[in-house]
């Protein structure tokens, strides 16, 4: 019998790895399968959701419902509300944050290269004509 030869490479998959590899891409497959599934499920739970409330609207008053009872849970508007209103108050901090730090960083700028040129404002007059020339500060 002939020597078998080695797999020298080392970016080669072993017969463990490429199994591993072809397990992972199939729960990866599965669970997004899964996903599609469920956003059509979602999808059409709201065209179904918007069509009967097209209808309760065409209803006469006393027979439709007020739309305080499509509401599944009366709680999760405020709890949506506060979030909303956490994650504002998160983003105004952040952003007062990054402009505080710019402002900084432009006052030691100007106090680096702008605040140490400081010299006297020189302004010459031409003798025989009215032209002016001054120094920029």
Do not use: C
């Amino acid at each position: 019998a002939a020597p078998v030869d080695d797999i020298d490479d080392v970016k080669a998959y072993s017969i463990e790895e490429a199994k591993q590899k072809r397990e992972h891409e199939k729960m990866l497959k599965t669970a997004e399968d899964k996903k599609i599934k469920v956003r059509k499920t979602i999808a059409t739970l709201r065209s179904k959701f918007k069509k009967l409330k097209v209808v309760n609207k065409d209803l006469p008053n006393h027979l439709a419902l007020v739309a305080k009872d499509f509401e599944m849970d009366p709680q999760m508007g405020s709890i949506i509300a506060q979030e909303v209103s956490d994650s504002k108050d998160l983003i105004r901090k952040q952003l007062a944050w990054n402009s505080e730090k710019h402002r900084l960083q432009l006052m030691k700028l100007r106090k680096r290269f702008k605040d140490v040129v400081a010299t006297d404002r020189i302004v010459l007059h031409a003798v025989e004509s009215d032209h002016v020339v001054s120094t920029f500060r």
